[in-house]
């Protein structure tokens, strides 16, 4: 066999590899459609889901937002929270069922006395990433969280409300910095009354 004729043969042979690799990749990067309406929990219709493999997978992200909103006494009159939250999150369903939520969330807002929002206001920060395993698959109640890189700054105050670090929801296991709101609340009020 010539020289010439194992180039040819070679030159043909890649090509039938690449034209193979060309027609499954497709076929192994396919998703199907699934109606986020018969998951458990179900989600809104405009939710988008693929099935991959034994999961499902959504996209839940969005922006949403809160004017006003009573949020408790914290001892000096009923505080209202206006904020604008926009998080970016993934659910996985396995047979239908939720199994994994994980979510990256930021906010930004202000607290009032008023229920309007008018001055004076104390504003605040919320960055934060989390991920939760449920142990009894669809069943929102059931969530392991873990919360990772939180950060609650509120600029007013300073040290006396900051919260960064790793800290798994309800148990003690909780590494940085939480200063929570709810011990230091006397801070808050001074500048909320003015």
Known sequence: MGTTHRRQLAAIGAAAGLVLTLAIAPAASARTLVDPTTLTPPLRPSRVCYQLGPYVQCDTSGPETEENEPIGDFGCGV????????????????????????????????????????????????????????????????????????TLLVPQLGAEWHESGYDVLDTEDQRGQFSFPEDNMGALCPLLVG
Do not use: N
């Not at 206006?82 to 939720?98: A, F, K, P």
């Not at 605040?124 to 919360?147: C, K, M, N, Y």
């Open 79 to 150: 505080v209202y929270e206006t904020e604008l939250d926009t998080d970016h999150s993934t659910r996985w369903y396995q047979d239908g069922l939720i199994v994994r939520r994980a979510v990256q969330e930021k906010a930004t807002g202000f607290w009032s006395l008023s229920p309007t929002g008018a001055e004076p206001i104390v504003t605040f920060q919320l960055d934060f990433s989390w991920d939760e395993h449920f142990t009894i698959p669809g069943d929102i109640t059931s969530a392991v969280r873990v919360i990772k890189g939180s």
